[in-house]
């Protein structure tokens, strides 16, 4: 499984984005995806994650409320929208996939910039 975010950019506080994270190869391997990020001096975090089937999501309290994780399995693709959007959501995103074929996995994109300015 390979892994392409986008939409990234910079962004006013208060404002939105749209992250998309779209999913190659042996998709129907995956079990679960996730959003997770990375401030600069700061350990990566989960933000939000979701199941393979999208009955199942769990998000970071910091962004409960605010950040909606959703896939579309037919596009292969995964989203984030995030609303609300504040300083200190500024990191690098990065998806996120477990799952298994023959073995257990789990696979990273390249990461996309969300800047929040005050």
């Known amino acids: 499984v390979q892994l392409v975010e986008s939409g990234g950019g910079l962004v006013q506080a208060g404002g939105s984005l749209r992250l998309s994270c779209a999913a190659s190869?042996?998709?129907?391997?995956?079990?679960?995806m996730g959003w997770y990020r990375q401030a600069p001096g700061k350990q990566r975090e989960l933000v939000a994650a979701?199941?393979?089937?999208?009955?199942?999501?769990n998000y970071a309290d910091s962004v409960k409320g605010r950040f909606t994780i959703s896939r579309d399995n037919a596009k292969n693709t995964m989203y984030l929208q995030m609303n609300s959007l504040k300083p200190e959501d500024t990191a690098v995103y990065y998806c996120?996939?477990?799952?298994?074929?023959?073995?257990?996995?789990?696979?990273w994109g390249q990461g996309t910039q969300v800047t929040v300015s005050s």
């Open positions: 996120n996939a477990e799952g298994v074929y023959y073995s257990a996995y789990e696979v």
């Open positions: 190869g042996t998709t129907f391997s995956i079990n679960a």
């Open positions: 979701i199941t393979s089937r999208g009955g199942s999501t």
